[in-house]
T-cell receptor
Framework: GQSLEQPSEVTAVEGAIVQINCTYQ??????LSWYQQHDGGAPTFLSY????GLEETGRFSSFLSRSDSYGYLLLQELQMKDSASYFC???????????FGTGTKLQVIP | DTEVTQTPKHLVMGMTNKKSLKCEQH?????MYWYKQKAKKPPELMFV???????INESVPSRFSPECPNSSLLNLHLHALQPEDSALYLC???????????????FGPGTRLTVL
């Protein structure tokens, strides 16, 4: 089956940089996405890697290495509003099957 | 309009009740999804409709019955649920890309379901 493992919790200081890792034991997927979910809210899309390498979107960057079965989300210039849960997710082609990672709860402290 | 709407926001039902959850999008998306999310857990895929056809059923119990009346609407019919079915039910939609490109999912706010 597919499994995507993330650290359960991360704490970081406002203004700092934090990296959230996603290691997976699956293959044949089309791309790795990242979603943010605030408590009581819906997941919202942050970033997508179809190919290996780094993708940058404002303060957020995401990285994928298929050879290492590993990806990460990098958040720079952390703000208090970045406190949320972050999920990696893989999409398999054809029938739109999507599997989410275990999720990381990020707490940003002053 | 980049919004997915879901009704109701909250639902409390008994184990013998029949109820339905509704989801709507007007982005022209051709893939629609139902997810179940328990507290502090990731969304768990239940069903996918692709071009109005059920393409994925993740071995969901038959007490959950999805329906896609048209490309904008998605329903989830509930019958004889168990207390362990209490969760946040999320609907999502995407363009339905079948290549390696981005197929961003847009999520609705969810229905918080409590089964007594």
């Amino acid at each position: 089956g597919q499994s995507l493992e993330q650290p359960s919790e991360v704490t970081a200081v406002e203004g700092a940089i934090v990296q959230i890792n996603c290691t997976y034991q699956t293959s044949g997927f089309y791309g790795l996405s990242w979603y943010q979910q605030h408590d009581g809210g819906a997941p919202t899309f942050l970033s997508y890697n179809a190919l290996d390498g780094l993708e940058e979107t404002g303060r957020f960057s995401s990285f994928l290495s298929r050879s290492d079965s590993y990806g990460y989300l990098l958040l720079q210039e952390l703000q208090m509003k970045d406190s949320a849960s972050y999920f990696c997710a893989v999409r398999f082609g054809g029938y739109q099957k999507v599997t989410f990672g275990t999720g990381t709860k990020l707490q940003v402290i002053p | 309009d980049t919004e997915v709407t879901q009704t109701p926001k909250h639902l409390v039902m008994g184990m013998t009740n029949k109820k339905s959850l509704k989801c709507e999008q007007h982005m022209g998306h051709r893939a629609m999804y139902w997810y179940k999310q328990k507290a502090k857990k990731p969304p768990e895929l239940m069903f996918v409709y692709s071009y109005e056809k059920l393409s994925i059923n993740e071995s969901v119990p038959s007490r959950f019955s999805p329906e896609c009346p048209n490309s904008s609407l998605l329903n989830l019919h509930l019958h004889a649920l168990q207390p362990e079915d209490s969760a946040l039910y999320l609907c999502a939609s995407s363009q339905g890309n079948r290549d390696r490109g981005l197929d961003e999912q847009f999520f609705g706010p969810g229905t918080r379901l409590t089964v007594l």
